[in-house]
């Protein structure tokens, strides 16, 4: 063991020397994954999407109707889904909305309640900033659902009518009172065991891995060149083992996968915010996924004949494994093909465990380190074998 220890702590400090190593393993993958932030983050959800709920109301009317529409933006506002700022006339609110103080605004006009009380039509109109399509519409739906329980109350109020439940002089107080009434069925959010990854995470997490592809495979390729230089059959002459010769290059790549790994991680959460889970859980998924990419990359270097066959079948595999992975192309959850084989990579493996890590906890991804950890052991023992078979010829 001493003398993989030798031979792995020679070849760190070589591979150090090269700067296209920090390239690959560090820079290459925070960059892209910040560009991908910047490109993609808004468009993919989370509490950073780029929505500008603030809305503002001007109300003309102070009637039954109008009151309910307002106390309903309130509760919005409550829940803390948007801001809600109110108006004394309609020319501030145009105003407000220009200078880009609120994204849309809503005008009740004087009369609404009467008209609505008298049978009759009901508008509100909506001024919206050009530049917030999405909200613009998210106060148009807000207006539509509002006219569709005002509906609703008046249907109410003439059934209880026609009933004889209630006189004609009711019919406005229930008819308003029905419009402002909870819907029998809602939605609500329920907690559940995983998640998805924020944005920033999950660009990270995914393009570290595949970079790591590159980087794990260096350990078998700077074999193939010790042996096309001569210098590896001093090491086979040596006085240790041809087991040795490989531990030492695999405990390289080892090193190099968990330490870039673990720089992206602290220099991705205080540059792009991410949120990567409990720090014990997250250190098991990175051995884990370091482990499991070095055993595929070795099996894979030890296939080939030379340094430039192993790194071109090494970059076809890397590829390969991303695509299957998601890390290009995020695949949709489900049953078919593409969602399985996604879970037997270790690039999906590994997203997949930080999901569960963030959702649930350490506990909860201890399932995907197994996995890496079984594709790390099983590819790691065809490569010895390919490997030592190599070293004979």
């Known amino acids: 063991m001493r003398a993989a220890w030798i031979i792995a702590m020679k070849d760190l400090a070589l591979r150090i020397r090269d700067r296209s190593l920090f390239v690959l393993a560090i820079i290459a993958p925070l960059v892209l994954a910040l560009v991908f932030d910047v490109v993609f983050g808004g468009t993919v959800g989370g509490e950073d999407a780029g929505l500008d709920l603030s809305f503002g109301v001007v109300d003309l009317d102070a009637g039954p109707l109008s009151d309910s529409f307002v106390?309903?933006?309130?509760?919005?506002?409550?829940?803390?889904?948007?801001?809600?700022?109110?108006?004394?006339?309609?020319?501030?609110?145009?105003?407000?909305?220009e200078a880009g103080e609120v994204a849309a605004a809503f005008m009740l006009p004087a009369g609404m309640s009467a008209g609505y009380l008298a049978g009759g039509g009901a508008e509100i109109e909506i001024v919206?900033?050009?530049?917030?399509?999405?909200?613009?519409?998210?106060?148009?739906?807000?207006?539509?659902?509002?006219?569709?329980?005002?509906?609703?109350?008046?249907?109410?109020?003439?059934?209880?009518?026609?009933?004889?439940?209630i006189g004609p002089g009711d019919?406005?107080?229930?008819?308003?009172?029905?419009?402002?009434?909870?819907?029998?069925?809602?939605?609500?959010?329920?907690?559940?065991?995983?998640?998805?990854?924020?944005?920033p995470t999950?660009?990270?997490?995914?393009?570290?891995?595949?970079?790591?592809?590159?980087?794990?495979?260096?350990?078998?390729?700077?074999?193939?060149e010790e042996r096309s230089e001569g210098?590896?059959?001093?090491?086979?002459?040596?006085?240790?083992?041809?087991?040795?010769?490989l531990a030492g290059k695999s405990i390289t790549s080892i090193i190099i996968g968990v330490g870039s790994l673990a720089i992206l991680v602290v220099a991705s959460a205080y540059l792009m915010g991410a949120e990567w889970g409990p720090p014990l859980g997250v250190a098991g998924l990175v051995v884990s996924a370091v482990l499991a990419v070095v055993g595929l990359m070795s099996l894979v270097g030890g296939l080939a004949r030379t340094p430039e066959h192993s790194a071109n079948l090494q970059a076809i595999v890397g590829v390969t494994f991303?695509?299957?992975?998601?890390?290009?192309?995020?695949?949709?959850?489900?049953?078919?093909?593409?969602?399985?084989?996604?879970?037997?990579?270790?690039?999906?493996?590994?997203?997949?465990?930080?999901?569960?890590?963030?959702?649930?906890?350490?506990?909860?991804?201890?399932?995907?380190?197994?996995?890496?950890?079984?594709?790390?052991?099983?590819?790691?023992?065809?490569?010895?074998?390919?490997?030592?078979?190599?070293?004979?010829?």
């Open 71 to 97: 106390s309903t933006l309130d509760s919005i506002a409550a829940d803390g889904l948007a801001t809600v700022t109110g108006f004394g006339s309609s020319a501030e609110a145009v105003a407000a909305v």
């Open 128 to 165: 919206g900033d050009v530049d917030a399509p999405t909200t613009v519409g998210i106060a148009t739906s807000i207006a539509d659902g509002f006219a569709s329980a005002s509906r609703t109350g008046a249907m109410a109020a003439a059934t209880a009518l026609a009933g004889g439940a």
């Open 171 to 199: 019919m406005a107080e229930v008819a308003v009172e029905a419009a402002a009434a909870p819907p029998p069925v809602t939605l609500g959010n329920i907690d559940a065991v995983t998640r998805q990854l924020q944005p």
């Open 202 to 224: 999950s660009f990270v997490a995914g393009l570290a891995i595949f970079f790591m592809f590159f980087v794990a495979g260096a350990g078998v390729t700077s074999m193939l």
């Open 231 to 245: 210098t590896l059959g001093r090491l086979l002459v040596a006085p240790i083992g041809r087991g040795s010769i």
């Open 322 to 393: 991303a695509m299957l992975g998601g890390t290009f192309v995020p695949i949709a959850p489900g049953e078919g093909i593409l969602a399985t084989l996604q879970y037997l990579t270790p690039n999906g493996l590994f997203v997949r465990g930080l999901g569960d890590l963030a959702g649930a906890g350490v506990s909860a991804a201890v399932p995907t380190m197994l996995s890496l950890l079984a594709i790390a052991a099983v590819a790691g023992v065809f490569a010895v074998v390919v490997v030592a078979r190599r070293l004979q010829r």
